[in-house]
T-cell receptor, first 113, second 112 residues
Framework: DGGITQSPKYLFRKEGQNVTLSCEQN?????MYWYRQDPGQGLRLIYYSQIVNDFQKGDIAEGYSVSREKKESFPLTVTSAQKNPTAFYLC????????????FGPGTRLTVL | GQNIDQPTEMTATEGAIVQINCTYQTSGFNGLFWYQQHAGEAPTFLSYNVLDGLEEKGRFSSFLSRSKGYSYLLLKELQMKDSASYLC?????????????FGSGTRLLVRP
């Protein structure tokens, strides 16, 4: 089955530690995205990538980093510089950067203790 | 600036009709999306409007007026499983790489 996978579903880390969230898609989509969602709020774009080996900052990129070495994979690292990392993180992909809808993964809920 | 407004919460009765409104002010417009999101889950695509008018898809319909910066999602014959958050998202201009800007979502509670 084609889709987007994110693992794990729940992740706990101590303050000051970097943590990497995985996102894999087998839809052959060119574009991939990372969003953050806080309670009662909409999705805010962290980073996006329109093609392999290229990515751009979204609206709230500070304290995060990404890589796009393979078309299928777009991991997100939450660094210790992110002041309030506890949130629900959603990865999405779309066929291209045009008018295509975005397909979302199941999300990872990160809690920093 | 970029702004998308939706009501925070709505309540409706099973079997009824509910309309969820979305108003937007964005720099550039290349379409409006509606997503459904159950608590703790991923958003799923419901509808897409780029031209003015009504798009119907089963029990769900979505309307767009570009001149008014306004859209609504209409849900008919409400079912208990329709209890969820509904997210309005606007696709920006080409110079913003067509990024999606999301509203805060409307939490819909369907009561028996």
């Amino acid at each position: 089955d084609g889709g987007i996978t994110q693992s794990p579903k729940y992740l706990f880390r101590k303050e000051g530690q970097n943590v990497t969230l995985s996102c894999e898609q087998n839809l052959n989509h060119d574009a991939m995205y990372w969003y953050r969602q806080d309670p009662g709020q909409g999705l805010r774009l962290i980073y996006y990538s329109q093609i392999v080996n290229d990515f751009q900052k979204g609206d709230i990129a500070e304290g995060y980093s990404v890589s796009r070495e393979k078309k299928e994979s777009f991991p997100l690292t939450v660094t210790s510089a992110q002041k309030n990392p506890t949130a629900f993180y959603l990865c999405a992909s779309s066929p291209g950067q045009g008018v295509d809808e975005q397909f979302f993964g199941p999300g990872t809920r990160l809690t920093v203790l | 600036g970029q702004n998308i407004d939706q009501p925070t919460e709505m309540t409706a009765t099973e079997g009824a009709i509910v309309q969820i409104n979305c108003t937007y002010q964005t720099s550039g417009f290349n379409g409006l999306f509606w997503y459904q999101q159950h608590a703790g889950e991923a958003p799923t695509f419901l509808s897409y409007n780029v031209l003015d008018g009504l798009e119907e898809k089963g029990r769900f319909s979505s309307f767009l007026s570009r001149s008014k910066g306004y859209s609504y999602l209409l849900l008919k014959e409400l079912q208990m499983k329709d209890s969820a958050s509904y997210l309005c998202a606007v696709r920006g201009a080409v110079d913003s790489s067509y990024k999606l800007i999301f509203g805060s979502g409307t939490r819909l509670l369907v009561r028996p």
